[in-house]
């Protein structure tokens, strides 16, 4: 191939490197109001009284708003949300009023002024406890609320879903097994500390137009959320999405938006704008739900696992619209990618009073391979067994069945272990000099799968212009991880057209094309289908024409380097701007008309699995899987962990622009290791008590590990050019691998994330003292 | 209220800690940047010279290599292009990375105010989290530091990342003309000299019984607590560590 599998320059790069590149932030228009948000102090509690008054007088003061102005829930899964507490604030930070001003501190001044008399609730702050059936309910009207027909909320209880996986017969299972343990895990929340945090500008016309400018993920689903919530036609409602600042999840579904939307209708044309500071981000955005995790794991003598039993308990904090799914996700990959005959999960979502649970860089694959790698090395070990030998005899091959009983048509699980295994120099023991501090190292693997609405739609336009150069339109959004990239040399592979010569645009709903989200890993795939698609469509129009202007039949003519060429007589050729407005012959009549091409996607056959049991033949749209490796040091006087090294091998299909995976694949390993060693958004009584910086520490440049970036492409059946998503997949093995290689280095086992050096001298101690 | 490098004085004002009616800039008052050194004098930092020039300077390498180890630890090195000294201590956090081996070293802070010049020894200089003996309309104009022949010392600082973060515990072990000195942070409200622990270390020759009793003295004269970075025992460990490793490779 010519442009896919080439790395390319980004084609955001000198925007981006110049400092030209446009974000929500840079926005500044004319007449704009700033607003500020009055947030709750207390994790639960019942609202009393708000006053405005004293607010509402401050010179300068636009518009104050309460949650009494907008009572309707909204929600992508579940409508379990106001964008503004209704009667109850349900987390420490929950907006209860919002101010636009002329300024910032004006509308941070009349926030101050706004009085609010609670009466405080008992709160929730553990998801176990949550369960029980003494526990203080979050949402009483649960059993209310309106829910997609693929989540089971329990009425009465703060449980808004358990997602079951029944497949085989586990109990029976378990006394065919020779040996059977129990482990439990603990992962905490987290936060996806976008280096731009959230922002969003609304302006609402007299003619009742709507316009939305936000840092997201996800203008379509945003738009669709927006128009329930507040009643606009969709045609009324545009919501652009600019470049993005880094998502990783957090920016898909609304979180702003509807704050400053109701301030922006009562101040008729003029644009709204809240951004949110580095401690709204943590604490009043997203966060990457805590998990409870128990597994149950039962082999044969032989190594094989025969059963598994898990319980996966999230803490979903106040509202779980989009946690949901995330739950439902861990539940159908809990088996990890393995091949396991007898498997039983109940994956619960909790309501507690902490902060908002939502998408996360793996999207529950994370958490739960924390527990499930690690569990794997731990049984190997209890049996007698090298882990990286139990990997081998259980992984998942090409005819094997996975959890939810589809069966594997591609798996590179083994070849990526082979390659990780020979990279990391699994087995051979190095040594530090200085005494005191040891080494070790560590194996893990993971898979994903897209967790989308199985007919989740994507659709592209591609249109020529006079010059023969192209624009491509999609709303796949960049949000750093090079999508824009990657779909322009998708366009130029079916094309056979410099990718210099194609434009992107992305990312205003009215003017760029359907696209559900761009989460799940999927805009390769399914933004890349439809670019192809469209690319093809608009080829296929072109060859038609091209048939009378070269006499030729169309089977006999190509599209190369920007030229309609017959196929055996090379010779004769047209170059692809004499189509760019239809055909026109000698007498000055034409036809075709401008050249455009159109391109749908949504993945036939995708259906939901069964709802009792989870098993399904075709319930997702593929698996991606892979193997990180990863050499620790560990300082034995402080507890100190150094990652020195980290490899990854991923089966990626095919790999679109090598680059651009191999800083996805660094940067997931990274991000990995910031969760295993660091990251905890420390909660007490609900509250945060690390929402900065300060406290809150990721790595830094210092912190990086010799990396090492592998890949192998089977290709996906119905990827672009063999492509399957890869952005979040990259994530999952890396905090296990690190425990892993933490326990081969000191024999000693965390069952929580993050391994901190205190906690790693503590376990020191302790296992001095037995 | 002084604005020297910022680098606290800013968070403050943003995170509504702080609320002053004015806001001095000491920067351009000239002399204030100057650092010199001799053998006769000691060391002269004067109030605004900044953490990078501390640390990177030829004479501080040479005579006070713990001191620019300790200046260089701090923050990033964006932060310790702002970030000076006299703010450091004038600051008064616990944790202030300089002031663990300016302890050691005994340093005097020079002070001027409506009535005059006045100098204030460090070890009288912490008060308590955040307040000195500086009064309200004084400034600080630099800090002296006596020169010791052939001193050496350990400067130590344990965070929970090693880049651009705050001491979970800071300490200096110093080794002068055969007696020791020890100085910790973020283990009381103030940072601080082990008296005790020194009156041991300097009794008698060093070896492994009088090392152990030395690190019993030490965590009986700090009083950690348990906080967001770290908890009470942690810090304990890393005090004997701390003062172990110091006195170990200090001999
Ligand atoms: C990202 C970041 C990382 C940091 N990391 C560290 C770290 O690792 N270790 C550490 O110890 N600190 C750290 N700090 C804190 C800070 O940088 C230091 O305390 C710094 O030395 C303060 O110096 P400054 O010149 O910026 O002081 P300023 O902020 O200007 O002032 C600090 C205080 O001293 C007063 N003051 C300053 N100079 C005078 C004077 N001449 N006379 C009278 N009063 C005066 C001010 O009024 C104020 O009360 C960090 C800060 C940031 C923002």
Redesign the interface.
């Known amino acids: 191939m010519k442009y896919v599998g080439q790395s390319i320059e980004r084609v955001d790069a000198i925007r981006k490197v110049t400092g030209q590149a446009q974000y929500v932030g840079d926005f500044h228009m004319p007449r704009m109001l700033y607003a500020q948000v009055k947030r709750s102090p207390y994790p639960h509690a019942k609202i009393i009284s708000i006053d405005v008054s004293k607010a509402e007088k401050l010179p300068g003061v636009r518009a104050v708003i309460t949650g009494e102005c907008y009572t309707k829930r909204c929600g992508l899964y579940l409508e379990d949300k106001n964008f503004l507490a209704n009667k109850t604030v349900k987390y420490q930070g929950e907006a209860v009023a919002a101010v636009a001003a002329e300024t910032a501190e004006i509308a941070q001044e009349a926030c101050d002024l706004i009085e609010v008399v609670y009466e405080e609730l008992p709160a929730v702050t553990n998801a176990i406890d949550g369960m029980k059936p003494d526990a203080p309910l979050i949402h009483p009207d649960l059993h209310t609320y309106k829910v997609a027909p693929i989540f089971f909320p329990k009425p009465h209880t703060n449980i808004s879903h358990h997602y079951k996986l029944r497949k085989g017969d586990v109990d029976k299972a378990f006394q065919e097994c020779d040996y059977v343990a129990e482990h439990t895990y603990y992962i905490p929340h987290v936060q996806h500390v976008p280096l731009e945090p959230h922002v969003a500008i609304a302006q609402y016309e007299y003619d009742g137009k709507l316009t939305v400018w936000a840092s997201t993920q996800s203008p379509y689903a945003v738009r669709q959320a927006l128009s329930v919530a507040f009643e606009i036609p969709l045609n009324k409602l545009r919501v652009i999405s600019p470049y993005v600042g880094g998502g990783f999840g957090s920016k898909a579904g609304t979180t702003i938006e509807g704050i400053i939307i109701p301030l922006a209708m009562r101040c008729k044309g003029r644009p709204v704008k809240l951004q949110y500071s580095r401690e709204d981000e943590f604490q009043n955005s997203y966060v990457r739900q805590g998990l409870h995790c128990k597994i149950k794991t039962g082999v044969k003598k032989d190594g094989r696992i025969h059963a598994v039993k898990n319980e996966f308990v999230w803490d979903g904090g106040a509202y779980t619209e989009y946690g949901v799914n995330i739950v439902k996700a861990g539940g159908f990959a809990s088996a990890g990618p393995y091949n396991i005959d007898n498997v039983w999960t109940d994956s619960y979502c909790v309501y507690t009073n902490h902060p908002v649970g939502g998408p996360y860089r793996g999207f529950g694959m994370c958490e739960i391979h924390f527990a499930i790698e690690q569990n794997i090395d731990i049984v190997a070990k209890e049996i007698g067994m090298d882990p990286v030998e139990m990997r081998r005899i259980n992984g998942l091959r090409v005819g094997d069945k996975t959890c939810m009983g589809e069966t594997m048509v591609v798996s590179g699980y083994h070849e990526c272990l082979e390659e990780v295994i020979k990279d990391i120099g699994y087995g051979e023991k190095s040594e530090s000099t200085n005494p005191r501090k040891v080494r070790g190292k560590g194996i893990a693997a993971g898979w994903k799968s897209p967790s989308m609405p199985t007919n989740a739609g994507s659709a592209a336009i591609i249109r020529m212009n006079e010059d023969g150069t192209f624009f491509l339109m999609t709303s796949g959004q960049e949000i750093g991880q090079g999508s824009d990239t990657a779909l322009t040399q998708i366009a130029a592979e079916t094309l056979d057209v410099d990718p210099k010569l194609i434009t992107i645009r992305t990312g205003d709903t009215d003017h760029t094309p359907y696209e559900w989200q761009t989460v799940a890993s999927r805009t390769t795939y399914c933004a890349g289908n439809a670019v192809k698609l469209a690319c093809e469509d608009l080829k296929k129009k072109i060859l038609e024409l091209a048939q009378i202007k070269l006499g030729a039949y169309k089977r006999d003519l190509e599209f190369k380097d920007g030229y309609v060429v017959h196929k055996i007589y090379t010779d004769r050729k047209v170059p692809l701007s004499e189509f760019a407005l239809g055909l026109a012959f000698d007498d000055g009549s034409g036809v075709g008309g401008p050249a455009i091409g159109v391109g749908t996607f949504t993945l036939e056959n995708n259906i939901n699995y069964d709802k009792e049991t989870g098993i399904g033949e075709h319930p997702v749209a593929f698996w991606t899987i892979g193997v990180n490796g990863a050499e620790v040091e560990v300082d034995l ?2 507890g ?1 962990v150094k990652v020195l090294r980290m490899v990854s091998c991923f089966d990626a299909g095919k790999v679109i622009n090598p680059e651009t995976f191999c800083a996805q694949s660094e940067g997931a390993m990274v991000q990995a290791m910031g969760t295993a060693l ?1 990251e905890e958004l ?1 909660l007490k009584n609900g509250h945060i ?2 929402k900065n910086f ?2 809150y ?1 990721i ?5 990086m590990p010799e990396l090492d970036v592998k890949y192998i492409e089977h290709a996906e059946p119905t990827g672009p050019y063999g492509a399957r998503g890869v952005g979040e997949p990259l994530m999952v093995p890396g905090a296990p691998a690190i425990a892993n290689a933490i326990y081969d280095a000191i024999g000693v086992r965390f069952n929580r994330m993050p391994i ?3 906690e790693v ?2 376990a020191l ?1 302790e296992k001095a003292n037995k | 209220m002084v604005l020297n490098g910022g680098t606290d004085v800013v968070i403050q004002l943003r995170d509504r800690l702080i609320n002053p009616e004015y806001v001095v800039d000491i920067k351009r008052i000239p002399g204030l940047d100057e650092l010199r050194f001799s053998k006769e004098e000691g060391l002269h930092i004067g109030a605004c010279v900044n953490m990078n020039r501390l640390g990177g300077d030829e004479n501080v390498r040479t005579y006070y290599p713990f001191l620019a180890n300790a200046a260089l630890s701090v923050g990033s090195k964006q932060v310790r292009n702002r970030a000076t000294c006299a703010g450091n201590l004038i600051n008064a956090s616990p944790l202030a990375d300089t002031s663990t081996p300016l302890l050691c070293l005994e340093a005097v802070l020079e002070v001027e105010g409506p009535d005059g010049k006045r100098e204030i020894p460090i070890n009288e200089f912490f008060v308590f989290v955040r307040k000195t003996t500086l009064q309200k309309d004084e400034i600080v104009t630099g800090i002296r530091v006596p020169y010791y022949e052939g001193a050496e010392g350990i400067f130590t600082k344990v965070s929970r990342r090693n880049k651009v973060d705050l001491s979970t515990v800071c300490s200096t072990v110093m080794k002068y003309a055969g007696q020791y000195r020890a100085a910790f942070g973020s283990v009381a409200p103030t940072p601080r000299r082990l008296p005790k622990t020194e009156a041991c270390l300097n009794e008698g020759p060093l070896d492994d019984a009088r090392i152990d009793r030395a690190v019993e003295l030490a965590l009986s004269e700090v009083s950690p607590i348990d906080d967001v970075r770290a908890s009470k025992q942690y810090r304990l460990d890393v005090v004997a560590m701390a003062l172990r490793r110091g006195l170990e490779s200090l001999g």
């Open positions: 006087d402080t100190e660091f420390i008590l690390n300060v406290d520490k790595p830094t440049a210092d912190d901190t050096a205190e001298l503590k101690k």
